[in-house]
Nanobody, 115 residues
Framework: QVQLVESGGGLVQPGGSLRLSCAASGNIDRVYFMAWYRQGPGKLRTEVARLSSLGGTNYPDSVRGRFTISRDNAKNTPYLQMNSLKPEDTAVYFC?????????WGQGTQVTVSS
């Protein structure tokens, strides 16, 4: 059973940057896609970045040009580089890895953008 743990969240001022990581316990051999989601207070969980097995990426308009998803090729886990952060980016961020044997989620890491 694979477990994912996010790290790298915290408090940052508007305009700042953070890099989120996702560590996996257990081997992830094959991935359909990996993604990052976020859930703000009183809001639904929404996808903010997706990376396919072929390397294609997808971002919603709200973060395109500011967020970049990449992968640890050895561990098949995603990173999320977040630049030019805004207060509306405040949320709990979750990593997600979709494989032939399961769809795995982390427990989330808090990102707060505030002056």
């Amino acid at each position: 059973q694979v477990q994912l743990v996010e790290s790298g969240g915290g408090l940052v001022q508007p305009g700042g940057s953070l890099r989120l990581s996702c560590a996996a316990s257990g081997n992830i051999d094959r991935v359909y896609f990996m993604a990052w989601y976020r859930q703000g207070p009183g809001k639904l969980r929404t996808e903010v970045a997706r990376l396919s097995s072929l390397g294609g990426t997808n971002y919603p308009d709200s973060v395109r040009g500011r967020f970049t998803i990449s992968r640890d090729n050895a561990k098949n886990t995603p990173y999320l580089q977040m630049n030019s952060l805004k207060p509306e980016d405040t949320a709990v961020y979750f990593c997600n890895v979709n494989t032939p044997t399961g769809n795995y989620w982390g427990q989330g890491t808090q990102v707060t953008v505030s002056s």
